[in-house]
Nanobody, 127 residues
Framework: QVQLVESGGGLVQSGGSLRLSCVASGRTFSNFRMAWFRQAPGKEREFLATIRWSSGSTDYAESVKGRFTISRSNAKNTMYLQMNSLKSEDTADYYC????????????????????WGQGTQVTVSS
């Protein structure tokens, strides 16, 4: 069974850091594009960052560029999101996603183009 499981969320003060993890299991993800999204209450799901598993190439939303870093460990079949300089507006549920479908790069920012999703992990940033 193909599965994505996030962890690492929690409560952190403004200006602090967290590292989220997404463990992928059930198959080989070498041909996948993986991504992080978040969703705050009453808001749409927001793209944060994506990584091509095979090459490690990345793309970021402007709102997190320079503060968040996406990476992956082939050995651990795990994707990470290092979040620094956190702000209260970063408070949300964070989700990892994956797809094996091939798109133009810009389309990987659209959550509708992902087939696999984790259950989410909550991040709360206190001001």
């Amino acid at each position: 069974q193909v599965q994505l499981v996030e962890s690492g969320g929690g409560l952190v003060q403004s200006g602090g850091s967290l590292r989220l993890s997404c463990v992928a299991s059930g198959r080989t993800f070498s041909n996948f594009r993986m991504a992080w999204f978040r969703q705050a209450p009453g808001k749409e799901r927001e793209f944060l960052a994506t990584i091509r598993w095979s090459s490690g190439s990345t793309d970021y939303a402007e709102s997190v560029k320079g503060r968040f870093t996406i990476s992956r460990s082939n050995a651990k079949n795990t994707m990470y999101l290092q979040m620094n300089s956190l702000k209260s507006e970063d408070t949300a549920d964070y989700y990892c996603a994956a797809t094996e479908r091939q798109y133009d790069d810009s389309l990987y920012r659209d959550p509708r183009n992902y087939d696999l999703w984790g259950q989410g992990t909550q991040v709360t940033v206190s001001s």
